[in-house]
């Protein structure tokens, strides 16, 4: 019972922060015990920031006790620092691979914090670039290497290094899909909207190209279904899908993705995910890109969700220490555990993904 009235009222705070909407908060008379509750849970789904915002226009009565509110004021500075940090980086990385011919997209992160309302506000990752062919990715990877840092391959096709204390990772693929079967699919659409990015990003005073909406929100996507198979993901992830669909709804053609979510084979998981977004996180069903489905129960996956946390490092169901870099407790039963719980929602990427996952780590190795 405690914990879900906390959760009740994360959720309200949650979405005031992410629409400025003034929906009735009657029920946030919190103790302070159940306010540090309330700040914890955000800040395992790192969310904390974007709950920040949902407090400001609340009367005295309700706000948190001052010392917590402090707390929080200084936790959101340091995201915000932490952001303005991430962009410079971004905006000096862009430099060097534009003095070696190199024009690579941003994937996620920055991308997606443009679609809130208080872009500094959402807490920051890695940085992803995406470089468009082998030849490319390889030279990324010699030139940052040249600018003295350590570049380690990693799962997934990937590669990671640290510049100036931020993580920041290469990929050769640019989504995160497993199903081998798809993958002629994917080529074809990287092809057929290469020529429309969305419209570029000015970080630090330097332009960034991003994907074009349709295809950001297939990378967005794909990518909360490929954590849902490992690890678990939280709710920042869902906020970023929301925003996104919001922001660009006029740029996506509705009837084209859903044919393209349906080709993938994870439309009926994606119905999920559109009932999500708009029964807990606030979406305006108007904002989606196509029709609810009828009949969908997600309330199964909101609360797979919210006990996993940030990619499932706080997940109190397999332990909540990291075991190493990378390393989770139980690692393959929490996989299989996943993949039975989705197969019947992405069939193929479900087979599929534990083959590939373990594969490519010992790849990577």
Not at 211 to 240: E, T
Not at 268 to 293: S, Y
Request: aromatic share 10%; with cysteine; glycine share 8%.
């Amino acid at each position: 019972m405690e914990e879900g009235f906390v959760r009740n009222a994360l959720m309200v705070l949650l979405r005031r922060g992410l629409w400025g909407t003034r929906e009735e908060v009657n029920a946030l008379s919190l103790t302070a015990a159940q306010w540090m509750a309330l700040y914890q849970a955000a800040s395992r789904h790192t969310v904390e920031g974007i709950v920040y915002d949902g407090i400001q226009s609340l009367g005295p009565a309700c706000t948190p006790p001052r010392d917590l509110m402090i707390r929080w004021t200084v936790r959101v500075d340091r995201i915000e620092r932490q952001n303005k940090h991430m962009n410079k980086c971004i905006a000096e990385q862009m430099a060097l691979f534009s003095a070696h011919g190199l024009d690579p997209l941003l994937l996620k992160g920055q991308g997606l914090a443009a679609c809130y309302p208080e872009p500094l506000h959402r807490i920051c990752g890695d940085v992803d670039w995406y470089f468009g062919g082998k030849t490319a990715y390889q030279t990324a990877a010699n030139v940052v290497r040249q600018s003295g840092a350590e570049v380690r391959a990693t799962a997934g096709f990937s590669s990671e290094y640290a510049w100036r204390g931020t993580a920041m990772e290469h990929h050769q693929r640019m989504f995160d899909i497993h199903n081998p079967f798809v993958f002629p699919l994917l080529k074809r659409l990287q092809r057929r909207y290469a020529g429309t990015p969305a419209a570029s990003l000015r970080l630090a005073g330097s332009s960034v190209r991003l994907l074009s909406p349709i295809l950001m929100a297939v990378q967005v996507n794909v990518h909360i279904l490929k954590h849902l198979l490992s690890f678990g993901i939280g709710l920042r992830q869902l906020c970023d899908s929301a925003r996104l669909y919001s922001v660009h709804k006029k740029a996506i053609d509705g009837g084209e993705l859903k044919r393209i979510y349906g080709k993938l084979g994870i439309l009926p998981w994606i119905h999920c995910l559109h009932q999500l977004l708009v029964d807990r996180l606030g979406l305006p069903e108007g904002d989606l890109p196509f029709e609810l489905a009828e009949g969908v129960d997600a309330a199964w996956m909101m609360d797979d969700i919210w006990m996993a946390g940030n990619f499932g490092f706080t997940d109190p169901r397999f332990g909540t220490t990291e075991v190493a870099a990378g390393e989770r407790h139980d690692s393959a039963k929490r996989i299989l555990r996943n993949v039975m719980r989705y197969v019947r929602y992405a069939p193929m990427e479900a087979i599929s993904f534990p083959f590939v996952h373990f594969y490519s780590r010992y790849a990577a190795k």
